[in-house]
């Protein structure tokens, strides 16, 4: 998606038709408007959110005034006042207008009837150069550019979202505006689409089939029922564990906030930190100890076997069906040099019992393959006698493991006992509000860890059913059948059964290979901006974690960090769905390989470091930058690193009808432009003028 | 190392398999801006086209 142009009509103090805006692409990719506070220049941000979304960010107040002040003043009673905005954007080759138009009656001088929308139309202009109206307006805005991704595409650095932390109910928003971005929807669709094929050709061959077959049906689609319902559960229970944690985080968030508690609160945090840590830990190793007895412990059974073989080999060598470990270059040496080593000739033209001796050696090398045999039995033989000192080192990294565990089971307990101990401590705190806090804390905790305990035994139960599921398909596909008729179903119903399968297997690797480049892709970008020694790590919701990279440890991101953060996301998602774009153009997407970034004071919380390696990057972040400033944050070294990439620039000039008003410029290239001036009536307005030569 | 390929379980398929999944997804793409309640049905007729 990349703008082209916006224009607003009695939208907030953009009193009358705005100029055409246009904004800047290509090389030259910034666009800069220029505004002192209360300028418009939040309500310029939200111009483009309300007009494409219909949504406000949070900084944004009475969004149900959106019509100019001063136009509702000098209508008469009885006059319908109009406010709009039009917006101009191309995607993916097609051009597109958007226009959103609000109402609303003059009920007296000074005030108006409810706002309502009027109507929000959208355009595609097609290559001969007419405008077709396009329908499902919210569909096709949501797929260019996901709603629920919004606020980091046009985003109040003021504001900025919690990227670090955010609540249940934005995890899972974000997690799906991602999963558009990446494109698997229509992957996903396919499945549950071919999931009711393969249930109709289930169905044709219960009806065509034999008894047999019918039996094994009607149980698969029995297992399906339980599947899908236990599904639905899973969850509706994965949103209330969600729901829960938020609870409970909140409530620690309002007891961390009283400073006599401060080192109880520092201890919970660290123990907490610990058990997870061990948690991990314990997981990994479990996974290590798994994969060491899937590879090893097998030689812990193999004495019996052991002692088998040896006697076998022995055998062999007495029956002379093996040569004692004789090698085959050995006998051609003994046959060449004539001699036996044990002194005997065994030159064939010598005598009667040289011929024999002859004849005997000469035997061992006509044996087929003696070679590969006599080295397979010498290595089988060798083989044999390490297992011993092998099955010690099993059982030594195996107990070693096992300790491991232990110690960190350990600490999980010791750690949750000063848990308990807090709690109490805290619970027991003069201070009554701290008490009844951490009481409350202590039974929404008990609760969270109830409902973790129901989801983890549904989740059991789901596998198996999926195992039940696979194992009568399979059944469903071995039994065979003469009926031309349903051989044919069952062809189908196993083609679609492979397909789906084939997808889901698709989807798996498709997210984990992104989730793993994307997380790459952040942390470069992060370090590149921020002075930190830390480093962020994307969780499995598309959530993010900062650690401090010499410890280890999450830390706490302030809001330079969250705002750092909150640009490296966003800039390593476009990037990543540009490489997959041009990558897979054909299978991935929304064939959206453009994207801007619209930001309201990104430099307000950036200190002087991360403001200039922000404002250095800046242009790089994203193909459009739309980028709003106020005169002091407007500093020579942002100046210098956006100047040169800024090929559109306008002043909002505000009308103040304060009578105190002081005036305010700024110069911005060889001109001055007025950023306050005094209104000549008793209305504030704003005018924006495009900066020429800036 | 080589970068995993996320479509070798469709390309290690059989043709048939490949080719109801290259013309499911390609419906699926194509009624992505449009909700088409017959999806189900168009499904069954493309399984239905390939395997005779």
């Known amino acids: 998606m990349r703008f082209i142009d916006l224009k607003l009509y009695n939208f907030r103090q953009f009193y009358g038709e705005t100029p055409k805006i246009r904004l800047s692409h290509g090389d030259k990719n910034i666009t800069v408007f220029h505004g002192m506070n209360g300028a418009g220049k939040t309500a310029l941000l939200n111009a483009f959110t309300w007009i494409l979304y219909g949504v406000f960010s949070k900084g944004f107040q009475k969004e149900n005034e959106l019509i100019s002040k001063r136009a509702i003043a000098e209508a008469d009673v009885g006059e319908t006042v109009e406010c709009y905005g039009e917006l101009n954007f191309e995607n993916a080759g097609t051009n597109y207008r958007i226009k959103k138009v609000v109402d609303a009656v003059v009920a007296d001088v000074s005030s108006r009837t409810k706002e309502r929308l009027k109507e929000t139309t959208l355009q595609a202009q097609k290559p001969d150069g007419q405008w077709n109206t396009v329908r499902n307006i919210d569909s096709v805005i949501g797929k260019i550019l996901p709603t629920d991704l919004h606020s980091y595409f046009f985003f109040d650095g003021e504001r900025v979202e919690k990227i670090v932390a955010p609540s249940a109910e934005e995890k899972a928003r974000l997690a799906n505006a991602v999963k558009i971005l990446l494109g698997v929807e229509p992957l996903e669709r396919a499945i549950k689409h071919l999931n009711s094929g393969r249930k109709h050709f289930e169905k044709e061959m219960g009806r065509l089939g034999s008894d047999e077959t019918k039996e094994a049906i009607a149980e698969k689609i029995k297992v399906d029922k339980k599947h899908e319902s236990l599904d639905a559960k899973i969850n509706a229970r994965v949103k209330k564990v969600d729901n829960q944690r938020d609870i409970v985080s909140k409530l620690n968030e309002r007891i961390a906030k009283h400073a006599s508690v401060e080192p109880l609160t520092k201890a919970r945090d660290d123990h907490k930190d610990r058990i997870e840590r061990s948690r991990k830990a314990v997981n990994e190793l479990t996974d290590r100890l798994k994969s060491v007895i899937s590879d090893r412990a097998f030689l812990l059974h193999t004495d019996e076997l052991k002692s088998k073989v040896s006697t076998f080999l022995s055998e062999l060598k007495i029956k002379g069906d093996l040569p004692s470990g004789i090698k085959a270059q050995f006998v051609e040496k003994l046959i060449r040099k004539g001699t036996c080593i044990c002194g005997r000739s065994l030159d064939p033209k010598e005598s009667v019992e040289a011929k024999e001796a002859h004849k005997t050696v000469s035997r061992w090398l006509e044996i087929k393959g003696l070679q590969q045999i006599e080295d397979r039995a010498l290595n089988l033989s060798a083989n044999i006698n390490t297992w011993g000192s092998r099955n010690k080192d099993t059982l030594e990294v195996i107990n070693d493991i096992n300790g491991q565990i232990k110690e960190f089971h350990n600490e999980i307990a010791r750690s949750s006992e000063e848990l308990e101990a807090i709690s109490k401590k805290l619970e027991g705190s003069p201070l009554e509000e701290i008490s009844s806090l951490e009481s409350k804390r202590k039974s929404e905790d008990d609760l969270l860890r109830e409902y973790i305990e129901e989801l983890g035994s549904s989740r059991n139960m789901l596998e198996l059913l999926a195992e039940k599921q696979v194992e009568i398909s399979s059944k469903i596909i071995k039994l065979t059948t003469k009926d031309e008729k349903q051989k044919l179903a069952k062809e189908r119903y196993e083609n679609v059964d492979q397909v789906i399968k084939a997808t889901k297997e698709v989807l798996k690797l498709m997210n984990e290979k992104w989730r793993h480049s994307l997380e790459e892709k952040i942390r470069g970008n992060f370090s590149q901006i921020s002075v930190k020694d830390y480093t962020p790590r994307l969780n499995k919701d598309y959530s993010i974690n900062l650690y401090d990279k010499a410890s280890d440890r999450e830390v706490a991101a302030g809001q330079g960090e969250s705002l750092v953060l909150s640009f490296s996301f966003i800039s390593s998602i476009i990037e990543e769905i540009r490489k997959l774009t041009s990558a897979h153009g054909g299978i991935y997407g929304t064939g959206n390989s453009e994207f801007p970034l619209i930001m309201d004071s990104p430099f307000g919380a950036l200190d002087d470091i991360n403001r200039s390696r922000v404002a250095a990057k800046i242009s790089m972040l994203a193909d459009q930058v739309i980028t709003f400033v106020s005169k002091t944050q407007w500093r020579e070294e942002v100046e210098n690193a956006m100047q040169p990439k800024t090929n559109y620039s306008y002043v909002l000039t505000y009308h103040s009808p304060r009578e105190d008003t002081i005036t305010q410029d700024i110069k911005l290239g060889t001109k001055t432009y007025d950023l306050i001036k005094p209104s000549i009536n008793d209305f504030e307005h704003t005018e924006i003028k495009e900066v020429i030569n800036g | ?52």
Do not use: C
């Not at chain 2, 190392?1 to 398929?13: G, N, V």
């Not at chain 2, 398999?17 to 168009?42: A, R, T």
């Open chain 2, 1 to 52: 190392m080589p970068e995993k390929d996320e479509f070798k379980p469709i390309k290690d398929s059989i043709p048939t398999v490949k080719d109801i999944f290259k013309k499911v997804v390609k419906l699926e793409k194509d009624n992505l801006y449009h909700p088409n309640p017959n999806l189900d049905e168009e499904v069954i007729k493309i399984v239905k086209n390939i395997i005779k």
